[in-house]
């Protein structure tokens, strides 16, 4: 049993977290001609299932339909698919939340409504549940030294998450990454990963034992599975140290 206090590391699901996933690893089908109207959410099939279990929760609670989640095979692996069919629910999302659908890829963008802080941060988590990632730099051959960044390919929402870190004195970098053109939003360091911690949190099992096991090793194991990592921080409960 790790002796480290965990609550509200994991946090449950709302929606302006669902937003920030959307805004991430989402797809909006809206197809009037083909009288097509869904939401996709892809991810880590081995990593991302308790996570996308969660999603599914609350989108069933949410519209009282519940999406279907499959495994897809992929020319680089496999994938975690979620998939839901509600023409309400898209409506929804398109005219009354204001996600943009059409080439999302390159122009995505918070909607100006919910770049407030008490939105924004939940968004900015579900955006790094989603495009995001936790790492750890080397120092004299260790992996050791924390950095949370976040990926996109669209410069005006790099831009956002930037100044939303910023406001709330986080101290984001970021750099273009020329061979897939995303920008890179991150924050490093110890006190910075603490402070995400506190004021953001992680949403997913996932991220939240990559920091535990930070924390009790002082270094990460890298390329290491879930199930690994869930093992080493003394199973389920002590990393979540609090219901999801």
Not at 47 to 61: A, L, R, T, V
Not at 160 to 180: C, E, V, Y
Request: charged residues 30%.
């Amino acid at each position: 049993m790790i002796n480290m206090k965990t609550k509200n590391l994991t946090q449950k699901l709302n929606f302006y977290e669902l937003v920030g996933i959307i805004l991430g690893d989402g797809s909006i089908w809206n197809y009037p001609l083909h009288r097509v109207y869904g939401l996709e959410i892809s991810g880590n099939a081995e990593e991302d299932k308790e996570y996308f279990n969660k999603i599914s929760g609350f989108i069933e609670k949410m519209i009282g339909k519940k999406p279907r989640i499959s495994i897809r095979d992929q020319k680089l692996g496999k994938y975690l698919r979620l998939v839901i069919y509600d023409k309400k629910f898209v409506d929804y999302l398109i005219n009354d939340v204001g996600i943009p659908y059409k080439n999302k890829t390159f122009k995505a963008f918070i909607p100006p409504k919910f770049l407030d802080w008490k939105y924004s941060k939940h968004i900015l988590r579900g955006l790094f549940e989603t495009d995001g990632s936790l790492y750890f730099s080397k120092v004299s051959g260790v992996s050791s030294y924390p950095r949370v960044e976040i990926k996109t390919s669209s410069k005006e929402l790099a831009n956002q998450i930037s100044d939303i870190l910023k406001r709330k004195a986080f101290k984001p970098h970021k750099r273009t990454n020329k061979s897939d053109k995303t920008v890179g939003v991150y924050i490093s360091g110890p006190v910075m990963l603490e402070k995400w911690i506190k004021e953001i949190g992680f949403g997913s099992t996932k991220n939240l034992t990559k920091y535990i096991l930070w924390r009790k090793l002082g270094y990460y194991i890298p390329r290491i599975s879930l199930k690994e990592r869930l093992k080493l921080c003394g199973g389920a409960q002590a990393a979540k140290g609090s219901d999801l």
